[in-house]
């Protein structure tokens, strides 16, 4: 079983749509949750971390659900600039600042104008 | 956000000999880095935790032996696969986080990635 699950779409959107990513993760101990963003043939660069609260950053709002093991990342508005692939990551050592992180297969978007 | 570099970008190489991968972290210090590989349409997998001045820690299923990994100095980590085989034609990727930072010290900084093909 992979630690990190996600749809790996693709999804294609017209340019103003809402699209929502989902995620789930296989270790409970799991800590600390993220969204990546990689575009094509790039490193992956940090979106968002995840907060157990639920946060939002402008155009984009991520949730968790430690009950469910589900994270989810929803895009409003989508820009044509939004268009790559979505990483959900996870930190799986509880109580460790040793920052080991384990990504899902990544969720590709295309937003088209 | 900080910088993280790696060298060299892209390789080609003959099935049986070893390739080493640099990655420098060009503005912070890095006690810790990370090796990352990945395959088309794959995620990332760790491969290891590089670990300045100690030995590094692999994830399970990773052979130590087949990836070696140096970590001599606060800005340089190196990754040599050895006696590489076209199986292992991937992206080998590198990560590093600013633990001095207050504001990104949660945050992995990737280097570029290295795609190695052996031919």
């Known amino acids: 079983r992979k630690e990190v699950e996600q749809d790996p779409g693709p999804f294609n959107v017209p340019e103003g749509a809402t699209v929502a990513f989902n995620c789930t993760y296989s270790n409970s101990a799991s800590q600390s949750f993220f969204w990546y963003r990689q575009d094509c043939r790039k490193e992956p660069k940090l979106l968002m971390s995840v907060y157990s609260s639920g946060n939002e950053d402008g155009r984009f709002t991520a949730q968790l659900n430690r009950a469910s093991q589900y994270i989810s990342l929803l895009i409003r508005d989508s820009k044509l600039s939004d268009s790559a692939t979505y990483l959900c990551?996870?930190?799986?050592?509880?109580?460790?600042?040793?920052?080991?992180?384990?990504f899902g297969r990544g969720t590709q978007l295309t937003v088209w104008p | 956000g900080a910088v993280v570099s790696q060298h060299p970008s892209w390789v080609i190489c003959k099935s049986g000999t070893s390739v080493k991968i640099e990655c420098r972290s060009l503005d912070f210090q890095a006690t810790t880095m990370f090796w990352y590989r990945q395959f088309p349409k794959q995620s990332l997998m760790l491969m290891a935790t590089s670990n300045e001045g100690s030995k590094a820690t692999y994830e399970q299923g990773v052979e130590k032996d087949k990836f070696l990994i140096n970590h001599a100095s606060l800005t340089l980590s190196t990754l040599t696969v050895t006696s590489a085989h076209p199986e292992d034609s991937s992206f080998y990727i590198c990560?590093?986080?600013?633990?001095?930072?207050?504001?990104?010290?949660?945050?992995?900084?990737f280097g570029p990635g290295t795609r190695l093909t052996v031919l």
């Open positions: 990560s590093a986080r600013d633990e001095t930072s207050k504001w990104s010290y949660n945050e992995q900084f």
């Open positions: 990551v996870v930190n799986p050592d509880r109580g460790s600042t040793l920052g080991r992180l384990y």
